[in-house]
C-alpha cells in the first residue's frame, strides 16, 4: 500500500531533550515536506527537500533540522525543543508523477504526530 | 506577499446546501491551486485543483472557480453531504507545484448539518 508513514504518532517530551520525528514514503517521491498545524493558523511548511541531500526551509524553520540521505526518508529533527514547539506535525512527499503518468503534483501526508513540550 | 487568505473560519449549512470557501493571494507568480480536505485525527488529502489557464474546474459536487484578475479562487460544495463535514485548506504555489512546497490558508471548519 503507498502510504507516508511518521513515527512516533504521540511524543510528550521536555524543553531541551533532543528528539527526532521520522517520515518514510514508499512511492519513490523525489519531493517530501514537513509541515506544522496550529488552531487557527493552518499548515505552515517548516522544510522541504526536493531530493537526496537537497533541502530548502520552508515558512517556519526555527529551532528545527531535516536530512535527506535516502530518497524515502526524510526526518524532523528537534535538537533543543521549545514549549512554542507543541503542534501537530505532518510529513508529506509528491511526485511530478500521477497514475496514468498523469501530471500531477498532489502532495501525500502521512497521519501526523502530535508533539507535546513541557 | 506569500500569504493565502481563506475565509470563513467556520460554516455550518444544511443538507442539500451549497458551502462556498473564498481564498485570495497577493503573489501573482502563484501558478497552482489545489484544495485539501482534512478529517479528524487524519493528514489532509487532496480535493481538487487548478492552474490560472482556466476558469473553471469541475470534478464532481465539487467545483473551483478561479478569478485571476481578482486573485481569488473559491471551492464550491453542491449538494452538501455530512459526510463532507471536514476542514478544507486552500493552498497556492509557484513552479505549478512541481517544488513540492505548498503555501496554505488558515483552513475552514465545515459542518453539514442533516
Known amino acids: 500500500e503507498a502510504q507516508v508513514t511518521q513515527n512516533p504518532r504521540y511524543l510528550i517530551t521536555v524543553t531541551g531533550k533532543k528528539l527526532t520525528v521520522t517520515c518514510s514514503q514508499n512511492m519513490n517521491h523525489e519531493y517530501m515536506s514537513w509541515y506544522r498545524q496550529d488552531p487557527g493558523l493552518g499548515l505552515r511548511q517548516i522544510y522541504y527537500s526536493m531530493n537526496v541531500e537537497v533541502t530548502d526551509k520552508g515558512d517556519v524553520p526555527e529551532g528545527y533540522k531535516v536530512s535527506r540521505k535516502e530518497k524515502r526518508n526524510f526526518p524532523l529533527i528537534l535538537e533543543s525543543p521549545s514549549p512554542n514547539q507543541t503542534s501537530l506535525y505532518f510529513c508529506?512527499?509528491?511526485?511530478?508523477w500521477g497514475p496514468g503518468q498523469v501530471l500531477s503534483y498532489e502532495q501525500y501526508f502521512g497521519p501526523g504526530t502530535r508533539l507535546t513540550v513541557t | 506577499q506569500q500569504q493565502v487568505k481563506q475565509s470563513p473560519q467556520s460554516l455550518i449549512v444544511q443538507k442539500g446546501g451549497i458551502s462556498i470557501i473564498n481564498c485570495a493571494y497577493e503573489n501573482t507568480a502563484f501558478d497552482y491551486f489545489p484544495w485539501y480536505q482534512q478529517f479528524p485525527g487524519k493528514g489532509p488529502a487532496l480535493l481538487i485543483a487548478i492552474r490560472p489557464d482556466v476558469s473553471e474546474k469541475k470534478e464532481g459536487r465539487f467545483t473551483i472557480s478561479f478569478n485571476k484578475s481578482a486573485k481569488q479562487f473559491s471551492l464550491h460544495i453542491m449538494d452538501s453531504q455530512p459526510g463532507d463535514s471536514a476542514t478544507y485548506f486552500c493552498?497556492?504555489?509557484?513552479?505549478?507545484?512541481?517544488?513540492?512546497?505548498?503555501?496554505f490558508g488558515k483552513g475552514t471548519k465545515l459542518s453539514v448539518k442533516p
Open positions: 508529506a512527499s509528491s511526485s511530478g
Open positions: 493552498a497556492a504555489s509557484l513552479y505549478g507545484g512541481s517544488q513540492g512546497n505548498l503555501i
